[in-house]
């Protein structure tokens, strides 16, 4: 469980800007799957400069080979976990380079049942699919013709 202040904390961390990420909003349009009724909802986009993706991708390509390091003295399974980790470090690395954008989250009304619906972290493209988490109707989210992507 953790506790109201760690929470705090959390949010205070994760509310700094960052000088290399853009949080955008993007008005959103939600359509049950035969699109036969729509909502409205919003989504936050973060997009990162090229000097912001190379920081993001040494991070994570750094702590898949100090996963690698720390897995050395561990004897059964330093088989398999730190040629793992080593293949994957170069691999994690190429792939946030080329992310310049992630769909962090957002909120909506389900059009089926009028009760709010979390939007989950996902690529950006669309349209975008999720699921209802009140009357489990599949969503499709598609930008507002007036929204500007990307």
Known sequence: M???????????????PHPHQVEKKLAVQVYTEDRKKS??????ILEWDPQGRSKRAVKWAAMCFGAAVVSVPIPPIHWVLVPGFLIASPIVFFYLMNQKSVIQGGSA???ACNQPVALVRSKHEFPMSDLCD?????LVIE???SASVG
């Open 134 to 138: 009140k009357c489990r109707t599949n």
């Open 109 to 111: 009304t389900c059009p």
């Open 39 to 44: 909502a409205p909802g919003e989504l936050t």
């Open 2 to 16: 953790v506790s109201k202040a760690h929470r705090r904390a959390y949010d205070q961390i994760m509310s700094t």
């Open 143 to 145: 930008p507002t013709s």
